[in-house]
């Protein structure tokens, strides 16, 4: 399994650095996502706003969040993952940075993100075929 296939019928959520912090946090507050992509007019991968940004870059700092712009306090792009790596290397990476989300690229273009909890889902799936094959040969 690979990456591209981990993300395949995910809608690519993404917001423009010109958008209020505040703006942001609802607009992943209504969909339950922990970390945006932040995107410019022309498609360029900028970086990644989290919660922990909300938290450490807007509200300890008491900075206003419909005044802020997210582009201000987005966090600087540390990696991504490629369409044709694994699952696997999606978490080395993530561990070796310490971060949940991955911003996902194909060649150059952004494409998608990757969460820590997409790879549990992976993980899990892939245990429970395996039982599944092991339940099969021991029943034979």
């Known amino acids: 399994m690979l990456i591209k296939d981990v993300i395949r019928d995910r809608e690519p959520y993404s917001v423009n650095p010109s958008t209020t912090v505040q703006q942001v946090a609802e607009f992943m507050a209504a969909r339950n996502i922990g970390a945006v992509c932040v995107v410019d007019d022309e498609g360029k991968l900028l970086g990644v706003f989290s919660e922990r940004d909300v938290m450490n870059r807007v509200v300890v700092q008491r900075r206003d969040p419909n005044l802020l712009k997210v582009g201000e306090v987005t ?29 996902v690229v194909d060649d150059e273009r952004w494409v998608g993100m990757l969460s820590i909890r997409d790879l549990l889902r992976v993980e899990l799936s892939e245990q429970g075929d395996e039982l599944k094959l092991l339940h099969e040969y021991i029943s034979q």
């Open 75 to 103: 966090s600087e792009l540390r990696a991504v993952i490629r369409c044709d790596e694994t699952p696997h290397q999606a978490l080395e990476r993530m561990e070796l940075i310490g971060t949940r989300h991955l911003p």
